[in-house]
């Protein structure tokens, strides 16, 4: 008995589980007839099995529809497209920084060896201050793309989450007719607080996006003041706000502007 | 997973995909992404993760479509990305000491964060959610892999093993320890 007890407690489980079937479960089922031990065991993982099969979570529907969840996903996979393809800044920047130390070494001597006889001072940039400018020229335009990516980033996110505000049709208190806006209140305060870099610290790179960025502020400042539970027609606010500024649709278009 | 879900339409969208045709996209995602939700969802038991994770798995999915071996069935291949980088996001969770968190508004659930009594934290909702929550947070990464895709996706151990990419023996096993461990917890558990 012991050892059949040994050789079948696996199974028991197993069959606790669903998951024996023919002679198997036969055999198990005559155990269990016979060993109470095991009886015992196999009603304990029985109720560990019932707990889950009550477990409402096995039904719960993802509050994005698929088509927005597509969407998402095609756009995250050509934002990796962009990264991949762009240079890391210090493959520019490197170049760059060695030709402005060779032109500051060499330079000099060398117009100094050809430099005819004095003349009246002409209105040119030395070398070396030019190599700089140019220097300085490369990492501004890093800086620029920097700050437009990611007030690109900043716009599908916040996108994202009014999408989500307006596409929500789940009910989290019928009686009080409320909808659930799951995490858009949280994402829309973090949203908030990265707001000043996208839109300050930009400077004249994002400056094409401050209407856009202005009026998405405005409109996350609305959901981040709902809970997650909230009115159907506090929603319904936030959509028609949403609506009437044809906040998506701009949204759309400034993104693929800034992502050039 | 029925043949519907993982038959020739899935391996003509993956064919597709691997041609860049996002327009495949919608249709792969409509199909699947319920039960990838709810596998990842069983496994996180945060919303906000498991969409995450869902997305990202659609991505590489995206990336990777051409890569992918035709012959089999794109089903357990999607189930054992979303499961991998369910795991992944465990562990980046547990780093921040953040195994798991309240779950869900909409389903008037919340659990707690740990295993101790925390009279402050009010637990509302459903009784078998919130245990079943603390017994799988006390699981091994592959052993609770195990136990949601048999007790929240209804996989047989083949399914199981193949998605995983485990033994017959080993799914079996595990299974075994799981749910004995999870029983184990909720005796402690119980007042």
Known sequence: MILAHLRLRRRVSLHAAGLLFGREREETLAHLAACARCRAEHDALRAVVAAMERDPLRS???????AVLAARVAREVDQTLVRAGRPRWWLVALPATAAAVAAALLVPPLVKQFRPEP?????????AEASELLEEDALARIERNLAREQAARYLNEAGDVLVAVAATGIDCDRKDDRLDVGAAPERSRELLEKRRLVGDEGGEAVASARGVLDDVELALRQVAELPSCVKRRDVELVQKDVEARQLLMRIRLMTRELEG | MGAAESGEDDRELMARLAKGDREALTPLVERHYRRLYRIALGYLRQRDDALDVVQEAFVKVFQAA???????DAGPWLSRVTVNLAIDRWRRNRRRGQTFSPLAEGDHLEVLADHGPAPDRRVLGREAGERVAVALNDLPERQRAVVVLRHYQELSLEEIASTLGMSLGTVKSSLHRALHRMRATLTEAKP
């Not at chain 1, 719960?60 to 698929?66: F, K, L, T």
């Not at chain 1, 003349?119 to 070398?127: E, K, L, N, Q, Y």
């Open chain 1, 60 to 66: 719960a529907e993802p509050d994005v529809p698929a």
């Open chain 2, 66 to 72: 051409a890569r992918w071996d035709g012959s089999a």
């Open chain 1, 119 to 127: 003349r009246a001072a002409r209105a040119t940039i030395p070398p």
